[in-house]
């Protein structure tokens, strides 16, 4: 099993930036892909940025490339998506996962929401 809790969110003007963290426990998250979600109320849950197991190929949403950055930080078992020019529609609960390809497992965090003001 592993536990996820995510940090970092808050409330910003529009352009500012933020740093969000995902802390993982139990497992080692060199074992698993990890992914960034958001959820915006009254929307789906999206996808926003994933760093594969080797910690290489960083992947983003179009609606994010060139803005958002992720890393893995392995000592730390984090991983970590640093927000820059921030806009009112990245607004939501932003969520990690980590999953394993070897033995299929996935795992949420609870979420910690931004909020990007105009």
């Known amino acids: 099993q592993v536990q996820l809790v995510e940090s970092g969110g808050g409330t910003v003007q529009a352009g500012e930036s933020l740093r969000l963290s995902c802390k993982a426990s139990g497992r080692p998250i060199t074992d698993a892909d990890i992914h960034w979600y958001r959820q915006a109320p009254g929307k789906e849950r999206e996808f926003v940025s994933s760093i594969n197991w080797t910690g290489r190929d960083p992947f983003y949403a179009n609606s994010v490339r060139g803005r958002f950055t992720i890393s893995r930080a392995n000592a730390e078992n984090a991983v970590y998506l640093q927000m820059n020019s921030l806009k009112p529609e990245d607004t939501g609960v932003y969520y990690c996962?980590?999953?394993?390809?070897?033995?299929?497992?996935?795992?949420w965090g609870p979420g910690t929401q931004v909020t990007v003001s105009s």
């Open positions: 996962a980590y999953q394993t390809l070897i033995d299929s497992y996935v795992a």
